[in-house]
């Protein structure tokens, strides 16, 4: 059974995306920690939801994050801003994406384009995120030492 605690936040956009993976998750064996919003607003901002994600996720080591959005690039764009996020979008397409964003760059956020991805592709594309792990090649533990760096 999966041992990773998972914080989710979403805006409107992501609201629904962000019920049904919760459900998807916890049914895993996953803790899931929800950060809201917890209901729907159509008038409500990204960042109130997608910033406190990211830094529980950059405080608490062991963990990940997933946020929703209707594109998924805005929460990206937030949650890369705390020191030691690594956040990534995923909106459809090639799951290659998906991989390729845990081996080579180790993220810890998932983005979801909530508006672009369905129930189901978005179920593969957390199940095939949380289950790949970091190459640890040396070239990309290279870049990211790189990164952390830079954020210093």
Same mark, same amino acid.
């Given at each position: 059974?999966?041992?990773?605690?998972?914080?989710?936040?979403?805006?409107? =956009?992501?609201? !629904?995306? %962000?019920? #049904?993976?919760?459900?998807?998750?916890?049914?895993?064996?996953?803790?899931? &920690?929800? *950060?809201?919003?917890?209901?729907?607003?159509?008038?409500?901002?990204?960042?109130?939801?997608?910033?406190?994600?990211?830094?529980?996720?950059?405080?608490?080591?062991?963990?990940?994050?997933?946020?929703?959005?209707?594109?998924?690039?805005?929460?990206?764009? =937030?949650?890369? !801003?705390? %020191?030691? #996020?690594?956040?990534?979008?995923?909106?459809?397409?090639?799951?290659?994406? &998906?991989? *390729?964003?845990?081996?080579?760059?180790?993220?810890?956020?998932?983005?979801l384009g909530a508006r672009f991805v369905s129930a189901q592709e978005a179920?593969?594309?957390?199940?095939?995120?949380?289950?790949?792990?970091?190459?640890?090649?040396?070239?990309?533990?290279?870049?990211?030492? !790189?990164?952390?760096?830079?954020?210093?």
């Amino acid at each position: 059974m999966p041992t990773t605690k998972i914080y989710i936040g979403s805006d409107h =956009a992501g609201f !629904k995306l %962000k019920t #049904i993976l919760e459900e998807y998750l916890k049914k895993a064996g996953y803790t899931v &920690v929800d *950060l809201g919003p917890s209901a729907y607003d159509e008038d409500d901002d990204y960042p109130d939801y997608i910033i406190p994600v990211a830094q529980k996720v950059a405080k608490d080591k062991g963990c990940k994050g997933i946020v929703l959005g209707g594109s998924g690039q805005g929460e990206s764009l =937030a949650a890369n !801003k705390v %020191k030691g #996020i690594r956040a990534v979008v995923y909106y459809g397409g090639s799951m290659k994406i &998906v991989t *390729l964003s845990r081996e080579h760059n180790d993220a810890n956020v998932l983005s979801l384009g909530a508006r672009f991805v369905s129930a189901q592709e978005a179920k593969r594309a957390v199940k095939l995120w949380l289950e790949t792990p970091f190459s640890e090649e040396a070239r990309h533990t290279r870049r990211l030492r !790189k990164i952390a760096k830079y954020e210093q």
